[in-house]
């Protein structure tokens, strides 16, 4: 059974960090890029960044480009998000996908606010 578990959300002030994590199980991590998209309240999810099966390709939506990171352990079968100088705009579900088998995680929840 595919699995995607993200966690690592939180409550966080504007200009905080939070480091995301997405346990996957249930199939072969290493040969499929992942992404990871996010859903603000009253809007459409949307996609936040992607990175290939080996780790060597990332890309970013201009929102979060020069502030998140994405990373995956391979051992581990685990995709990151490490996610710097944060905003009101990042509030937000944020979810892990695995888009070859179109698997999704239930998400977690991240809140940007004084």
């Known amino acids: 059974q595919v699995q995607l578990v993200e966690s690592g959300g939180g409550l966080v002030q504007p200009g905080g960090s939070l480091n995301l994590s997405c346990a996957t199980s249930?199939?072969?991590?290493?040969?499929?890029?992942m992404n990871w998209y996010r859903q603000a309240p009253g809007k459409e999810r949307e996609f936040v960044a992607s990175?290939?099966?080996?780790?060597?390709?990332?890309n970013y939506a201009d929102a979060v480009k020069g502030r998140f990171t994405i990373s995956r352990d391979n051992l581990e079968s685990t995709l990151y998000l490490q996610m710097n100088n944060l905003t009101h705009e990042d509030t937000a579900v944020y979810y892990c996908?695995?888009?070859?088998?179109?698997?999704w995680g239930p998400g977690t929840q991240v809140t940007v606010s004084a």
């Open positions: 996908r695995n888009p070859g088998l179109d698997a």
């Open positions: 249930g199939f072969i991590f290493e040969p499929f890029a």
């Open positions: 990175i290939s099966r080996i780790g060597g390709f990332t």
